[in-house]
C-alpha cells in the first residue's frame, strides 16, 4: 500500500494512504454529526481533533434503507454505522500543486446513495492530475423534510458546506481553490444545480457538470406533500421537535411503507428540493438560464427503463398513457411526434420516452439553449445487455468514472461493456474539468450534441420537434 502520508488541515492533522502514486483521505468531517442537538438544523462547523485522525476509511453513511425490488439488484448499497456522516473523501496526486479539482455529489433520488460506493472511486481522476472529493449529505426525512420549526433543504445545505470546505482546505491536497467543478448525477445533479442557483456556492464554482439531473425546485407547498404524509402515517405533527423525537429507523420505515408501490410518475410523493428565501431563492431551471458558468450536461437515450422494468412498460395501455398525458399537460400532437420518432415502439416505451424527457431531456435542452455562456451537451446512447436495460438511467456512471471492472458497475453494464468507450468518456470528462472545454462544440443554435455509443460523434440533437413540443 506504499506510506501513510500525512495533511493538516484547518481542524487538526489527517493520515491517508498512497497507492500507485496516489493519495487518498477518507472520512474527514466538513461538518458536525447532524444528531441529537443538531438534528433538523443547519450544518454545524466540524470539532477539531488533537493528534493524528485516520482518515483511511470512509465515514459513516447517511441513514437510508436499500433499493427495493428489481431496482436493488442493479443498484447496491453500502451501510457505514455511525453518526458522522458528513465528511469528505480525497484523492490526489503526489506532488500536487495548484491542480483542478472536481466534487462529485451522489444521486438516489435525495434519500439513497452514498460516496462510499466503489464504483465512484476517484482514482481515474486524480490519475489524469485532478484532486478529486466527494461528500455525503442527509437524505430522507433527514435532509429535505419541510418542517415547521426547521431549515428548508438541510441535505442542500450540507452540500454548500461540503463545498465550502473543499474551497478552504483543498490547498493542503494541492487543489486550486479557484478551479473548483461541482458534478453530480440524478439527484446529485440536481443537486448540482441548485448550488449553481445559489449566489453564495456559486461564487465558488468554476464548472459544472450535470448528469441526468432534475432541475426544477417545487413550491414550498408541494415539496411539502411528501413530509405531510408521512407525519399523518405516524400520527405527529410535521413539526421539527416531533420529528426530532423520532429516530432515524422509524421515520425510514414509515417512508417504506408510503412508498410501497410507487414509480417516479405515480403514488406517493417523493422528496424534492422546496423553493425557499434562505436555501434556494430561485428553481434551478430558471437560474441557469442566465448562468455564466460553463456546463457540460446531459442525459441517457433510454433513462425510464432503470425505474421502469420490462413487465411494467408492458402494461402500461392507451389509456394509462393518455392519463399520465393529462396529468403532465402533455399535448396530443407531442405523443403524435414521438410515435414518429420511434417507429415500432410499443405504448409503453413510448410513455417511458416522454416521461425521460419531461423529466430529464426537455430541461436540460432548454437551459442549454438559453444560457449565454459554453454549454455542452452529450446523449449517453450505449445500451446493455443487462435485462433489456438499453441506455438506461445511471448507465454511465461506470464510464465517467472508468471502473467498468468494478462489480457494482457491472451490475447495470454487464462484463464486457466497451472498455475504450469509457477511456474516451472519462477523457472528455478530465478535459473539461481542466480546461472547460470537453472536446465537442459547444451546444448553442446548431444544437450540437456528442453522442456516446459504440461510435462517438457529434450531432444535431436528436427528436427535437417533440421535445419542443414537451411542457
Not at 476517484?122 to 426547521?150: C, P
Not at 446531459?298 to 393518455?322: C, H, M, Q, V
Amino acid at each position: 500500500m506504499g506510506q501513510e502520508p500525512r495533511v493538516s488541515i484547518s481542524t487538526g492533522v489527517l493520515r491517508g494512504t498512497t497507492a500507485d502514486g496516489i493519495r487518498r483521505f477518507l472520512g474527514i468531517p466538513y461538518a458536525a454529526p447532524p444528531f441529537g442537538e443538531n438534528r433538523f438544523r443547519k450544518p454545524q462547523p466540524p470539532a477539531p481533533w488533537d493528534g493524528v485522525r485516520d482518515a483511511t476509511a470512509f465515514g459513516p453513511t447517511a441513514p437510508q434503507l436499500p433499493y427495493p425490488g428489481a431496482i436493488g439488484e442493479l443498484l447496491g448499497s453500502v451501510r457505514i454505522p455511525g453518526e458522522d456522516i458528513l465528511t469528505v473523501n480525497v484523492w490526489a496526486p503526489e506532488g500536487a500543486d495548484g491542480a483542478p479539482v472536481v466534487l462529485w455529489i451522489h444521486g438516489g433520488a435525495l434519500e439513497r446513495g452514498t460516496a462510499a460506493l466503489p464504483a465512484y472511486d476517484g482514482t481515474s481522476f486524480a490519475r489524469a492530475g485532478i484532486v478529486f472529493a466527494s461528500i455525503g449529505y442527509r437524505l430522507g426525512s433527514e435532509g429535505f423534510s419541510v418542517l415547521d420549526g426547521a431549515p428548508r433543504n438541510l441535505g442542500l445545505r450540507d452540500a454548500a458546506a461540503g463545498l465550502e470546505w473543499v474551497h478552504r482546505e483543498i490547498p493542503a491536497f494541492g487543489g486550486d481553490p479557484h478551479r473548483i467543478t461541482v458534478m453530480g448525477e440524478s439527484a446529485g445533479g440536481g443537486l448540482t444545480a441548485a448550488l449553481l442557483a445559489r449566489d453564495d456556492s456559486r461564487a465558488l464554482i468554476a464548472r459544472a457538470i450535470i448528469q441526468s439531473g432534475p432541475l426544477e425546485a417545487q413550491p414550498e407547498a408541494k415539496a411539502a406533500r411528501v413530509t405531510t404524509q408521512l407525519a399523518k402515517r405516524l400520527d405527529v405533527p410535521a413539526e421539527r421537535s416531533a420529528f426530532a423525537a423520532l429516530p432515524p429507523d422509524e421515520l425510514l420505515q414509515a417512508r417504506r411503507a408510503q412508498a410501497t408501490g410507487s414509480s417516479p410518475l405515480g403514488g406517493a410523493p417523493g422528496f424534492q428540493l422546496a423553493i425557499d428565501p434562505d436555501s434556494l431563492p430561485r428553481s434551478p431551471h430558471e437560474a441557469l438560464r442566465s448562468l455564466t458558468t460553463p456546463l457540460l450536461i446531459g442525459t441517457n437515450t433510454d433513462e425510464y427503463r432503470l425505474w421502469f422494468p420490462p413487465e411494467a412498460l408492458a402494461g402500461i395501455s392507451r389509456a394509462k398513457l393518455f392519463a399520465a398525458r393529462l396529468a403532465l399537460r402533455i399535448p396530443g400532437r407531442a405523443e403524435r411526434a414521438y410515435r414518429a420518432a420511434w417507429p415500432g415502439a410499443g405504448t409503453g416505451e413510448i410513455f417511458g420516452q416522454l416521461a425521460t424527457d419531461v423529466m430529464l431531456r426537455a430541461p436540460a435542452t432548454r437551459v442549454a439553449a438559453d444560457k449565454p455562456s459554453p454549454t455542452f451537451v452529450y446523449e449517453f446512447a450505449w445500451q446493455s445487455p443487462v435485462r433489456d436495460l438499453r441506455a438506461a438511467h445511471a448507465l454511465e456512471l461506470g464510464f465517467v468514472f472508468d471502473t467498468l471492472a468494478d462489480a457494482e458497475s457491472q451490475r447495470l453494464a454487464g462484463p464486457d461493456a466497451p472498455q475504450l468507450l469509457a477511456e474516451r468518456m472519462n477523457a472528455d470528462w478530465v478535459r473539461f474539468i481542466s480546461t472547460g472545454d470537453p472536446g465537442w462544440p459547444a451546444f448553442d443554435a446548431r444544437r450540437i450534441t456528442r453522442v456516446y455509443d459504440e461510435q462517438v460523434e457529434d450531432l444535431p440533437q436528436r427528436r427535437t420537434r417533440g421535445l419542443d413540443l414537451l411542457p
